[in-house]
């Protein structure tokens, strides 16, 4: 069973909400207008302050990659914070994310991204008073989902696109799936073309050629399936061929999640809307996926918003992952390199 999202909009709705979609247009080109002439100012922070953002309405993999560069700027010796508005919160205001805060709290997100690097989290729809909450004792800031928030300017601005959706249909909302017109890709400073299949795909090839009109570079990110884990025991990917799997998901795109599962005795795939709360009825769903599965498989993001009791209950684990990046020349390469040169031209 899948309840699977549309990444699409079919033709004869997008064609019916096109007048929508001009009103849309006009707006997202006045704000920009009122930005970049200085009718409207932007608040610039004394901290190195780094946006991973898309133009896309969800599903392009920006927790990993926030959280891929804040272990980068961490393991280099870079005290870090993380600034996000929290989507699908519960709590209203500033939370500063810890280990007894809850995703239902913090939204999903938030704390996945805290669980996996240990940096500062705040959780805050106003992004300037955070970062001025914050102060100047950090060597970083890095925003999530925040290339179209011009009220707070970035010194490094990464723009994601993930391999499958792309650009949809070129339009804007609610005709397509973007936020910003495919020329704002010029304003940003580096593109990342995520959930790639693998360097040297000919899809992969032709959208690096289609985004060379940008003028920016273009980094390449591909997710690799590393282990699973119920929170205490750690299982390799092969252990699953023995066994009889269920696996769900409340993401954007779970299809690249889903294919995953291909290759093993899946008995069934069933996945929610993006940043779902998984209640007690949600143990009815668990029932039916473990009458004939041994195991139920979900991602981490998903993980973090379950009971200890459900966890045990059915056999629940996550599929952990790690990004690796390639250059346009499909050689291997480390986010922070590019960072680390961006924060030495502003020193």
Same mark, same amino acid.
């Given at each position: 069973?899948?309840?699977? *999202?549309?990444?699409?909009?079919?033709?004869?709705?997008?064609?019916?909400?096109?007048?929508?979609?001009?009103?849309?247009?006009?707006?997202?080109?006045? %704000?920009?207008? &009122?930005?970049?002439?200085?009718?409207?100012?932007?608040?610039? +922070?004394?901290?190195?302050?780094?946006?991973?953002? *898309?133009?896309?309405?969800?599903?392009?993999?920006?927790?990993?990659?926030?959280?891929?560069?804040?272990?980068?700027?961490?393991?280099? =010796?870079?005290?870090?914070?993380?600034?996000? %508005?929290?989507?699908?919160?519960?709590?209203?205001?500033?939370?500063?994310?810890?280990?007894?805060?809850?995703?239902?709290?913090?939204?999903?997100?938030?704390?996945?991204?805290? *669980?996996?690097? =240990?940096?500062?989290?705040?959780?805050?729809?106003?992004?300037?008073?955070?970062?001025?909450?914050? =102060?100047?004792? $950090?060597?970083?800031?890095?925003?999530?989902?925040?290339?179209?928030?011009?009220?707070?300017?970035?010194?490094?601005?990464?723009?994601?696109?993930?391999?499958?959706?792309?650009?949809?249909? =070129?339009?804007?909302?609610?005709?397509?799936?973007?936020?910003?017109?495919?020329?704002?890709?010029?304003?940003?400073?580096?593109?990342?073309?995520?959930?790639?299949?693998?360097?040297?795909?000919?899809?992969?090839?032709?959208?690096?050629?289609?985004?060379?009109? &940008?003028?920016?570079?273009?980094?390449?990110?591909?997710? %690799? $399936?590393?282990?699973?884990?119920?929170?205490?025991?750690?299982? +390799?990917?092969?252990?699953?061929?023995?066994?009889?799997?269920?696996?769900?998901?409340?993401?954007?795109?779970?299809?690249?999640? &889903?294919?995953?599962? /291909?290759?093993?005795?899946?008995?069934?795939?069933? +996945?929610?809307?993006?940043?779902?709360?998984?209640?007690?009825?949600? /143990?009815?769903?668990?029932?039916?996926?473990?009458?004939?599965?041994?195991?139920?498989?979900?991602?981490?993001?998903?993980?973090?918003?379950?009971?200890?009791?459900?966890? *045990?209950?059915?056999?629940?684990? $996550?599929?952990?992952?790690?990004?690796?990046?390639?250059?346009?020349?499909?050689?291997?390469?480390?986010?922070?390199?590019?960072?680390?040169?961006?924060?030495?031209?502003?020193?």
């Amino acid at each position: 069973m899948s309840r699977k *999202n549309k990444n699409f909009v079919p033709l004869l709705p997008a064609i019916l909400l096109l007048p929508f979609t001009f009103l849309y247009y006009l707006t997202v080109k006045i %704000r920009h207008f &009122f930005y970049d002439t200085g009718i409207l100012s932007s608040f610039k +922070s004394d901290v190195f302050t780094v946006s991973v953002g *898309n133009i896309a309405a969800g599903g392009t993999g920006k927790t990993p990659v926030v959280t891929e560069i804040v272990s980068a700027l961490k393991d280099n =010796g870079i005290k870090t914070a993380v600034i996000t %508005r929290g989507y699908g919160r519960s709590s209203v205001g500033r939370v500063k994310v810890d280990k007894n805060t809850s995703a239902y709290i913090s939204g999903d997100e938030p704390l996945t991204i805290f *669980n996996k690097t =240990g940096a500062d989290v705040i959780c805050d729809a106003d992004r300037v008073s955070a970062a001025q909450y914050l =102060g100047t004792s $950090y060597g970083a800031f890095v925003l999530d989902d925040a290339f179209q928030h011009r009220k707070i300017r970035k010194h490094l601005d990464i723009v994601l696109l993930d391999h499958d959706r792309f650009l949809g249909n =070129g339009l804007l909302l609610p005709s397509g799936i973007l936020r910003d017109p495919p020329s704002r890709l010029s304003k940003c400073d580096i593109i990342i073309l995520t959930k790639i299949p693998g360097p040297d795909a000919d899809s992969v090839q032709k959208k690096i050629r289609s985004l060379k009109k &940008f003028k920016k570079p273009v980094l390449l990110s591909q997710i %690799r $399936y590393t282990h699973l884990s119920n929170g205490i025991s750690v299982m +390799s990917p092969d252990e699953l061929r023995a066994k009889k799997i269920s696996a769900f998901c409340g993401i954007a795109d779970p299809e690249p999640f &889903f294919r995953f599962f /291909d290759k093993f005795d899946t008995v069934s795939k069933m +996945s929610f809307k993006d940043h779902c709360s998984y209640g007690r009825e949600f /143990d009815n769903d668990l029932t039916e996926m473990k009458k004939e599965s041994e195991v139920i498989v979900t991602t981490y993001k998903d993980f973090v918003k379950l009971s200890e009791e459900q966890i *045990n209950r059915y056999n629940i684990w $996550y599929l952990d992952i790690e990004l690796v990046f390639f250059d346009e020349y499909l050689k291997t390469t480390e986010i922070f390199d590019l960072i680390k040169g961006r924060m030495s031209a502003e020193k």
